[in-house]
């Protein structure tokens, strides 16, 4: 659940990380400009004002001075993603075409795309399947350069025991519970078998409930019909702690007062159809239920794995920050739009409105919208 959770805030951070180098096309403001080069690959100004269009298609038209700050951010994000990439090659690290093609069909499963459905998601974010081939192919060498460097860390068991000692509280079982929930959402979402509008979607959660209560399996029909990334994980979303409940209309649309319900029932029991706050429905599943707190030890494997888990992610996160200064180092980086800027910083230059991008008009590196960034783990 967390690595699914991590790679969706990758995806969106994904709108400011596909590398352009010096692709021609016409029709997205910005024109065939530089706006930067790294060890003599272009990064052109047209393809960073096309992830920004991209990311800002619902939004009002940027001013000059909003489309100046995205300018700078989208362009450090491509140029971070280009020394590293061109890093991996140095390394001769590359996916395989078989890894590409997984990945590929990992995405489509994962996001509940037909292929007509994920053609039309290309199309929404004007690239070609080539683009999206070529965009995964570069996340994957970043991933598999993430992935060396990450080999060479371990965990000592002395370090495990000070972590734990810092703070054994925070290690007990807390009062709560363990839910999996089937969503139908009315808005056309692109999932396999997608239930559009609220009569349908209504008519589609009272089916599965019915079927459910006649003994049908809840993490079938969760992985089948479930319109979430959830699906994924069988409908699984883990433990609520029974602290957390008042943040249910937060977190997923319902009632606090369903977190107390939950806790009456019994393990196994499903709730009937709830409609949220957002108009989808939800029928959940008490997978557990833990009445009482629970203080752990370090005897318990399930601790040490937890605490070495946390001490290497805090070490991969470092290991990546130098990994990327220190391929930024090594890299010769002419940042020509800051310069551009700095020349004239009271009109900022080629800084014109950028309108949205079309689908004829998108270069043979764009990024796309939801992109897969594969998550280090």
Same mark, same amino acid.
């Given at each position: 659940?967390?690595?699914?959770?991590?790679?969706?805030?990758?995806?969106?951070?994904?709108?400011? =990380?596909?590398?352009?180098?010096?692709?021609?096309?016409?029709?997205?403001? =910005?024109?065939?400009?530089?706006?930067?080069?790294?060890?003599?690959?272009?990064?052109?100004?047209?393809?960073?004002?096309?992830?920004?269009?991209?990311?800002?298609?619902?939004?009002?038209?940027?001013?000059?001075? %909003?489309?100046?700050?995205?300018?700078?951010?989208?362009?450090?994000?491509?140029? /971070?993603?280009?020394?590293?990439?061109?890093?991996?090659?140095?390394?001769?690290?590359?996916? &395989?075409?078989?890894?590409?093609? %997984?990945?590929?069909?990992?995405?489509?499963? !994962?996001?509940?795309? &037909?292929?007509?459905?994920?053609? /039309?998601?290309?199309?929404? &974010? /004007?690239?070609?399947?080539?683009?999206?081939? @070529?965009?995964?192919?570069?996340?994957?060498?970043?991933?598999?350069?993430?992935?060396?460097? @990450?080999?060479?860390?371990?965990?000592?068991?002395?370090?495990?025991?000070?972590?734990?000692?810092?703070?054994?509280?925070?290690?007990?079982?807390?009062?709560?519970?363990?839910?999996? @929930?089937?969503?139908?959402?009315?808005?056309?979402?692109?999932?396999?078998?997608?239930?559009?509008?609220?009569?349908?979607?209504?008519?589609?959660?009272?089916?599965?409930?019915?079927?459910?209560?006649?003994?049908?399996?809840?993490?079938?029909?969760?992985?089948?019909?479930? !319109?979430?990334?959830?699906?994924? %994980?069988?409908?699984?979303?883990?433990?609520?702690?029974?602290?957390?409940?008042?943040?249910?209309?937060?977190?997923?649309?319902?009632?606090?007062?369903?977190? !107390?319900?939950?806790?009456?029932?019994?393990?196994?029991?499903?709730?009937?159809?709830?409609? @949220?706050?957002?108009?989808?429905?939800?029928?959940?599943?008490? &997978?557990?239920?833990?009445?009482?707190?629970?203080?752990?030890?370090?005897?318990? %494997?399930?601790?040490?794995?937890?605490?070495?888990?946390?001490?290497?992610?805090?070490?991969?996160?470092?290991?990546?920050?130098?990994?990327?200064?220190?391929?930024?180092?090594?890299?010769?980086?002419?940042?020509?739009?800051? =310069?551009?800027?700095?020349?004239?910083?009271?009109?900022?230059?080629?800084?014109?409105?950028?309108?949205?991008?079309?689908?004829?008009?998108?270069?043979?590196?764009?990024?796309?919208?939801?992109?897969?960034?594969?998550?280090?783990?």
């Amino acid at each position: 659940m967390r690595k699914i959770l991590f790679l969706q805030l990758l995806f969106a951070l994904a709108l400011l =990380g596909s590398s352009c180098r010096g692709t021609a096309s016409s029709g997205v403001s =910005g024109s065939d400009e530089v706006a930067a080069v790294v060890n003599g690959s272009k990064i052109l100004v047209k393809d960073v004002d096309r992830v920004i269009a991209q990311q800002s298609r619902e939004q009002e038209q940027l001013s000059q001075l %909003q489309q100046a700050a995205y300018r700078l951010q989208a362009l450090e994000t491509l140029i /971070n993603q280009e020394v590293l990439f061109q890093r991996a090659q140095k390394d001769n690290i590359a996916p &395989t075409d078989d890894e590409i093609r %997984q990945y590929i069909q990992r995405y489509k499963q !994962e996001n509940g795309f &037909t292929e007509e459905a994920f053609i /039309n998601e290309l199309k929404r &974010t /004007n690239q070609s399947e080539d683009q999206f081939r @070529d965009f995964v192919r570069k996340q994957l060498a970043i991933q598999k350069l993430y992935e060396k460097s @990450d080999a060479q860390l371990k965990v000592q068991d002395r370090e495990v025991a000070e972590f734990y000692n810092t703070n054994p509280k925070q290690f007990s079982i807390q009062p709560g519970v363990a839910i999996s @929930d089937i969503i139908i959402d009315p808005r056309e979402n692109g999932m396999k078998f997608d239930a559009q509008g609220d009569a349908a979607a209504e008519q589609r959660i009272r089916e599965i409930h019915a079927r459910l209560m006649k003994g049908g399996d809840f993490a079938t029909n969760a992985r089948q019909f479930s !319109e979430h990334q959830s699906a994924m %994980q069988s409908g699984d979303l883990g433990f609520l702690p029974q602290s957390g409940f008042s943040k249910l209309p937060d977190m997923m649309g319902v009632p606090a007062s369903v977190g !107390e319900r939950l806790m009456s029932m019994k393990e196994g029991d499903i709730t009937e159809p709830i409609k @949220d706050s957002a108009n989808r429905w939800h029928i959940l599943k008490l &997978t557990a239920k833990q009445t009482e707190t629970r203080d752990r030890t370090l005897d318990d %494997q399930s601790v040490r794995k937890e605490i070495s888990d946390a001490i290497l992610a805090q070490r991969k996160q470092v290991v990546a920050a130098a990994l990327q200064a220190k391929a930024r180092d090594e890299a010769e980086i002419e940042n020509y739009l800051a =310069g551009r800027m700095l020349e004239n910083p009271n009109s900022f230059g080629v800084l014109r409105p950028v309108p949205a991008a079309t689908a004829g008009s998108a270069s043979q590196e764009a990024s796309p919208s939801a992109s897969p960034v594969p998550a280090k783990d």
